[in-house]
């Protein structure tokens, strides 16, 4: 990836792709939009959370996601925050399978452990893979749309209290 706005190009042309039909509502529908939409495996995996500080993970093979079990349990009735944070990390795996299958393809994994390592450090370039998938997780949850009409109602207010924070802040997420 050479730039969030190669990311935010690739995350807009996957909404207007997948996100159709009964998938274009807030919140995405993550779940569906992987399993029906994508044909990707959606597999709880317990303990994924305490034992790789994460909730969410790409299959080394990119044909799934595993997800922590206890938070896909909760993903129907647990806090409002807790399907915030699920949806976030499914859409940052999206993001990874979107960006980065074909870094990956050309490793070869023998398990989870060695793909988890792999991810871990990728000869340094674990911090740009990840911040590219987070700024893909960010397009695809807020649709640019959506995301400019919202800080349009707020810029008023802020602006008179921190202008120049608030035209830093919304262009650093490509807004006007």
């Known amino acids: 990836m050479n ?14 792709e997948h996100l159709v ?35 969410a993970a790409i299959t080394q093979d990119f044909t799934g996601i595993y997800v922590d079990t206890e938070a896909y349990v909760f993903w129907e009735k647990g806090p409002v ?10 859409a940052h795996e999206l993001g990874h399978y979107v ?4 870094v990956a393809a050309r490793a070869r994994f023998e398990s989870f452990d060695d793909f988890a390592r ?39 207010p802020i602006r008179r209290a921190t202008p120049a924070l608030a035209l830093l802040r919304g262009r650093s997420v490509g807004l006007r």
């Open 3 to 16: 730039g969030k706005e190669e990311v935010w190009d690739k995350a807009e042309a996957f909404r207007r």
């Open 21 to 55: 039909g009964g998938l274009q509502h807030l919140p995405v529908d993550v779940f569906s939009l992987t399993e029906l939409r994508l044909g990707l495996d959606v597999i709880p995996f317990d303990d994924l959370f305490a034992k790789y500080d994460s909730d």
């Open 81 to 90: 925050w807790k399907q915030n944070r699920l949806r976030f990390s499914v």
């Open 99 to 102: 960006l980065h299958r074909e």
């Open 118 to 156: 792999w991810t871990h450090s990728h000869g340094g370039q674990k911090y740009n893979l990840e911040q590219a998938a987070n700024e893909f997780a960010g397009r695809l949850l807020v649709p640019v749309e959506r995301l400019q009409q919202l800080y349009d109602e707020v810029r008023r």
